[in-house]
């Protein structure tokens, strides 16, 4: 199985806090993802990444930046974290194909900003 | 750009009872619509897909159905289980840009009660 990991489940930071999501993927996957998750807002893109130090923004970047130095691994950086930045953050991988855009996700990890 | 609208956002049936939940697209040119499941404090998995060249696709107690003119795709559950319960979430590709993505829909908190 495709083993998306992201490394904390639950992280608390301070306003203004410079902050490190990680996320790997164990399947040799092109394309990583990362969403935001609130309730009633369904799962937003905030940035993607189709190749090894490419990416492109999603639909809610402002205040986000990634990071992809290596295939396996997606980062997710919040420049200096605000309590509105507070949410479920999800990873995902698939492959870089025309026809299959299946997904596969991580557990995600809630960060809370205080 | 792709949008995704997703009814109901909350559905409760009781136990043994079928569930449909609808989504619809804007993209006439959509070619792939996956359905993820999400429990309780769990990752969205993949539950079931469907391309734009098949009107029908069934695993079990649940199917998805695609009317490619209305543009629009529907999850049915049949003989729900209390296991059933959890948020669903709907998605098509974003096909513009230089690499397509999945734009989801807001989810359904889909509700058994036994």
């Known amino acids: 199985d495709v083993k998306v990991t992201q490394s904390s489940r639950y992280l608390v930071k301070r306003t203004g806090e410079k902050v490190f999501l990680e996320c790997v993927q164990d399947m040799d996957h092109e394309n990583m993802f990362w969403y935001r998750q609130d309730p009633g807002l ?18 809610i970047p402002e205040g986000y930046s990634v990071s992809r130095e290596k295939k396996e691994r997606f980062s997710l950086i919040l420049e200096s974290a605000s309590t509105n930045q507070t949410s479920m953050y999800l990873c995902a ?6 026809t299959n855009y299946g997904y596969t996700f991580g557990s995600g990890t809630r960060l809370t900003v205080v | 750009g792709e949008n995704v609208e997703q009814h109901p956002s909350t559905l409760s049936v009781q136990e043994g009872d079928s569930a449909v939940i609808k989504c619809t697209y804007s993209d006439s040119a959509s070619n792939y619509f996956p359905w993820y499941k999400q429990e309780l404090g769990k990752r969205p998995q993949l539950i079931i897909d469907i391309r734009s060249n098949v009107g029908e696709k069934k695993d079990q107690r649940i199917a998805v159905t695609l009317n490619k003119t209305a543009k629009h795709f529907s999850l049915h559950i049949t003989e729900t289980q209390p296991e059933d319960s959890a948020v669903y979430f709907c998605a098509a590709p974003h096909l513009g840009g230089s690499q397509g993505n999945l734009i989801f829909g807001k989810g359904t908190k889909l509700s058994v009660k036994p």
């Open chain 1, 93 to 98: 991988s698939s492959l870089r194909t025309e």
């Open chain 1, 42 to 59: 369904g799962l937003r893109l905030i940035y993607f990444s189709y190749d090894v130090k490419m990416k492109e923004k999603g639909d």
